[in-house]
Nanobody, 121 residues
Framework: QVQLVESGGGLVQAGGSLRLSCAASGRTFSSLVMGWFRQAPGKEREFIARVNWSGGSKDYADSVKGRFAISRDNAKNTVYLQMNSLKPEDTAVYYC??????????????WGQGTQVTVSS
């Protein structure tokens, strides 16, 4: 079983930046594809970004491309989401996710509890 714990959420003004972190345990971190999703009130959970086992391949949703950057540190068992140029519509609960597979359907098996990000206008 994989445990994921997110941190780094909070309140930020539009145009600002935040960095989310997700610490993983329970399985060899380098065997996991890591991702970030978000869910805004009244909306479905949305894929944001993912990174493959080595960090050499990354995939982003169009809504965040050029503003958000995913990275991982396999020595620290941690994945990051750097969020720049934040907009009020980025307000959501952000979830870290993990899976052994890098598949076209972007399905993930393990989920964190989420961290709230609120962007004020």
């Amino acid at each position: 079983q994989v445990q994921l714990v997110e941190s780094g959420g909070g309140l930020v003004q539009a145009g600002g930046s935040l960095r989310l972190s997700c610490a993983a345990s329970g399985r060899t971190f380098s065997s996991l594809v890591m991702g970030w999703f978000r869910q805004a009130p009244g909306k479905e959970r949305e894929f944001i970004a993912r990174v493959n086992w080595s960090g050499g391949s990354k995939d982003y949703a169009d809504s965040v491309k050029g503003r958000f950057a995913i990275s991982r540190d396999n020595a620290k068992n941690t994945v990051y989401l750097q969020m720049n140029s934040l907009k009020p519509e980025d307000t959501a609960v952000y979830y870290c996710a993990a899976t052994p597979y890098y598949s076209s359907d972007r399905r993930f098996n393990y989920w964190g509890q989420g961290t709230q990000v609120t962007v004020s206008s």
